[in-house]
Every structure is written in C-alpha cells, then in structure tokens.
C-alpha cells in the first residue's frame, strides 16, 4: 500500500530534550514536505526537500532541523524543543522533483505527530 | 508573497443542499491551486487541483472548483452535500516559479441531517 509513515504519532516532552519525528515514503517520491498545523493557521511549511540531499526553509524553520540522506526518509529533528512548538506536525511527499510536467504534483499526507512540549 | 484566504472558518448546510467553500488566493505567475480535506485524527486527502486547461475541474467524491482568474479565487463546490462531507477543507497554492504549497487557515464544513 503506497502510504507516507510518522512516528511517533503522539509524543509528550520537556523544554530542550532533543528528538526526532521520522517520516518514511514508499512511493519512490523526489519531494518531501514537513508542515505544522494550528489552530486557524492552517498548515504552514517548516522544511521541504527536492531530492536526496537537497533541503530548503519553508514558512516556519526556526527551531527545526531536517537532513535527507536517502529518498523514502526525511526526518524532523527539533534539537531544543520549547513550548511554542507544541502542535499537530504532518510529512508529505509527492513526485515533483523539479521537472515542470511535475510541477502540480499533489501531495500525500502522513497521519501526524501530535507534540506537546511543557 | 504568496497567501491564500478562506474568509469562512465555518460553513453549516443541510443534507442535500449544494455546498460551496470560498479561497481566494495571491501568487506570482501562474497558479497552482489545490483542495485538501481533512476528517477527524486523520491526515489531509487531496481532492483535485487546477493546473491549466478548463476552469472547471472535478475531483473526488463529486467535488468540483471553478478557477477564476480575473477574481483570483478557486471556490470549492458539491451540488447535493452527504453528512459524510462533514470535515475541514483546505485550499492550497503554489506558483509556478516556486517550489513551496501555501495553505489557507481551513473551513469547516458542517453538513447537518
């Protein structure tokens, strides 16, 4: 089944404990996407990747890693988590890479990671 | 910069009734425009998209948006609403120079028996 798989889905943490949210795509997608949604802002882009090691600042990058070392993983590192953070995060992937004909692409959307940082 | 707009954070409508959900949107160049949804502890499903060709384009679950581009909007439409199409919408665009998807704030949609 082609599908885009977080984990954890639910994580409780503390302010400055590093931690990971892996995001894996079976589809054989070039383009990876993290967005962060909240309450009446709908979702907003924190990082998104055009291939393998290839990653670019969305909307929201403050306080947020990424890397891209193979094409189906495209992890979030937050390396020193605070309670602004706190929100519902979703990965997504689709087949544009940079080839225009792919240009319109729709994205494929993970189930989300609900963080709470206290 | 670009942007999109969902002026409704609500829509109520009854069974049966035709549903519309407004996006307005402002992009550099050509557009391109996205609907999501998205139901309850669920990820967002795409629904159709506008890229170029005919205004009026179709998706699924009898969905179907109407590109207008002297208005700048991209109006999400269902001509008989199902109680299951009780979810929250999100509109989305991305230029054609650009890499990066733009979301509206979301409308609810509340389809009422």
């Known amino acids: 089944e082609a599908q885009v798989t977080q984990n954890p889905r639910y994580l409780i943490t503390v302010t400055g404990k590093k931690l990971t949210v892996t995001c894996s795509q079976n589809?054989?997608?070039?383009?990876m996407s993290w967005y962060r949604q909240d309450p009446g802002l709908g979702l907003r882009q924190i990082y998104y990747?055009?291939?393998?090691?290839?990653?670019d600042k969305g909307d929201v990058p403050e306080g947020y890693k990424v890397s891209r070392k193979e094409k189906r993983n495209f992890p979030l590192i937050l390396e020193s988590p605070s309670p602004n953070q706190t929100s519902l995060y979703f990965c997504?992937?689709?087949?544009?890479?940079?080839?225009?004909?792919?240009?319109?692409?729709?994205?494929?959307f993970g189930p989300g990671t609900r963080l709470t940082v206290t | 910069a670009q942007s999109v707009a969902q002026p409704e954070d609500q829509v109520n409508v009854a069974e049966g009734n035709p549903l519309t959900v407004k996006c307005t949107y402002s992009?550099?160049?050509?557009?391109?425009l996205f609907w999501y949804v998205q139901y309850p502890n669920r990820g967002l499903q795409f629904l159709l998209k506008?890229?170029?060709?005919?205004?009026l384009v179709k998706g699924s679950y009898g969905f179907e948006a109407e590109f207008n581009k002297s208005q700048t909007s991209f109006h999400l439409k269902k001509p008989s609403a199902l109680v299951s199409d009780s979810a929250l919408y999100f509109c989305?665009?991305?230029?054609?120079?650009?890499?990066?998807?733009?979301f509206g704030g979301g409308t609810r949609v509340l389809v009422k028996p």
């Open positions: 992009v550099s160049g050509n557009p391109y």
């Open positions: 990747s055009m291939n393998v090691e290839v990653t």
């Open positions: 589809m054989n997608h070039e383009y």
């Open positions: 989305a665009v991305k230029g054609a120079a650009g890499n990066k998807l733009t």
């Open positions: 506008y890229i170029t060709g005919d205004n």
């Open positions: 997504a992937s689709s087949l544009y890479g940079g080839q225009a004909f792919y240009k319109g692409s729709e994205q494929y």
